[in-house]
Each structure stands twice: as structure tokens, then as C-alpha cells.
């Protein structure tokens, strides 16, 4: 069961979602947050797995409270559903940590899915979002050294950029789950990265891997 977290101060689009949620078996809606604020107060309580986050909120908005939700518990997936597509949110979300980014415009079977998705640990992007993560040259990335990977960190990380869970990289590359793990990890580290979003953008950005097929 996927414990799930509200936080929009749109009443009407909270109750919308919260009664579409309901018919889901495999979701369980533990808590809702009108503010930022409200939210940071109440995830401890509620102990969500996800947490579905609006950008546009009063005080403090969706893109700082994923920043200090990802320090205070890591563990806890943020997936942004937002009306913002500018390159400056979307890019903001994904440096503080955000696990996926829809737009509201998406079909409420792609939100779903797209809950599901993060709370197996896999990245979630908008189509419309994808061009601009493509297109966008001017981030400033911190490069070590330490930044060079191994060959094996490499197959790993192509894994993950087409999306795959540690299960499927390990039958893919005929390792164990732990062994992925470590690999992740290592990788996380070396490009200075928090979650599978971020390292997908780097690599894209820095052309360390072959972009799937989007057919």
C-alpha cells in the first residue's frame, strides 16, 4: 500500500484528487497540507511514502519545502504536480531533490502511474518537460574528478537513465540487487547528485549516456 500525501491550498483540487484516490487499491491518501508550513508540520505524523506537492502555495512554495523535506527524510518520495512548466521551476524542483514533475494538465491515469513510479524509487518527467531538460545548457554543476566513472558504474547508470528499477538492473546486467545498490550509490556520489531525477539530468546534460528510444 502506497501512503500518500495532499499538499495543494486549492480545497476543491485536494478533495478532487482525494475522492478519484479512493477507488485505487493500492493507495491510500494518510494526509493532506493547505501550505508548505503545513506540510513540514504535519509528514511526520503521517508518514507518507509519497508526497504529491504543488509549486504555487502561500510562504513558502512547493520547490522549498521539497528542499527541506529531502534533508529531514530522504526516504520520502516528492512528486511535483504543478502548472508551472518554466525551466526555472521544473530545474529548481529537480536540484532539491524532486523525484518526478507533471504538469496539471496531465491525464489523472498518468498521475497515478506516476505515483507509482516514484514510490518504487524510479523519476517521473512531464513530456513537455523533457525538450527542456534536453535543451537546457546553462546549469551549474559541480565536476570533481572523482566524477570519472567506472565501466560497470556506466551500464548502471544507462540502466537507470532508461528508467529501470534496481530489480531489472541487476536480471539486465546479471548482478545482484546489492551489488545495484552499491553501484547507485557510488554513482550518486561521484556526480554529486540526491535522487535518480538529478542523475538522469546530469547525464543527459553531460552526454554520458545514449538517450532511449522515445517511440
Given at each position: 500500500m502506497i501512503k500518500l500525501m495532499l499538499v495543494d491550498d486549492h480545497a476543491i483540487l485536494r478533495d478532487g484528487l482525494r475522492n478519484l484516490l479512493?477507488?485505487?487499491?493500492?493507495?491510500?491518501?494518510?494526509?493532506?497540507?493547505?501550505?508548505?508550513?503545513d506540510a513540514l508540520h504535519k509528514i511526520g505524523d503521517c508518514g507518507p511514502d509519497v508526497v504529491l506537492m504543488d509549486i504555487n502555495m502561500p510562504k513558502m512554495n512547493g520547490v522549498e519545502v521539497t528542499g527541506l523535506l529531502k534533508k529531514k527524510?530522504?526516504?520520502?518520495?516528492?512528486?511535483?504536480?504543478?502548472?508551472?512548466?518554466?525551466?526555472e521551476y521544473f530545474m529548481s524542483a529537480i536540484r532539491e531533490g524532486a523525484d518526478g514533475?507533471?504538469?496539471?494538465?496531465?491525464?489523472?491515469?498518468?498521475?497515478?502511474?506516476?505515483?507509482?513510479?516514484?514510490?518504487?524509487?524510479?523519476?517521473?518527467?512531464?513530456?513537455?518537460?523533457?525538450?527542456?531538460?534536453?535543451?537546457?545548457?546553462?546549469?551549474k554543476w559541480q565536476e570533481e574528478e572523482s566524477t570519472v566513472l567506472t565501466d560497470r558504474e556506466k551500464d548502471v547508470l544507462q540502466c537507470l537513465?532508461?528508467?529501470?528499477?534496481?530489480?531489472?538492473?541487476?536480471?539486465?546486467?546479471?548482478?545482484?540487487?546489492?551489488?545495484?545498490?552499491?553501484?547507485?550509490?557510488k554513482?550518486?556520489?561521484?556526480?554529486?547528485?540526491?535522487?535518480?531525477?538529478?542523475?538522469?539530468?546530469?547525464?543527459?546534460q553531460h552526454q554520458l549516456v545514449t538517450l532511449p528510444d522515445s517511440n
Open positions: 479512493e477507488v485505487e487499491e493500492d493507495i491510500k491518501v494518510v494526509g493532506e497540507a493547505v501550505s508548505g508550513e527524510f530522504p526516504d520520502t518520495k516528492v512528486l511535483i504536480l504543478t502548472m508551472h512548466s518554466h525551466d514533475y507533471l504538469l496539471k494538465d496531465a491525464p489523472f491515469d498518468q498521475v497515478i502511474e506516476a505515483i507509482r513510479t516514484v514510490a518504487r524509487g524510479q523519476s517521473v518527467i512531464h513530456p513537455t518537460m523533457t525538450k527542456k531538460l534536453l535543451n537546457f545548457h546553462q546549469q537513465v532508461e528508467g529501470l528499477s534496481n530489480k531489472e538492473i541487476a536480471e539486465k546486467l546479471f548482478i545482484s540487487d546489492k551489488t545495484v545498490k552499491i553501484h547507485v550509490s554513482i550518486f556520489k561521484k556526480l554529486n547528485v540526491k535522487s535518480r531525477s538529478q542523475v538522469v539530468i546530469y547525464a543527459v
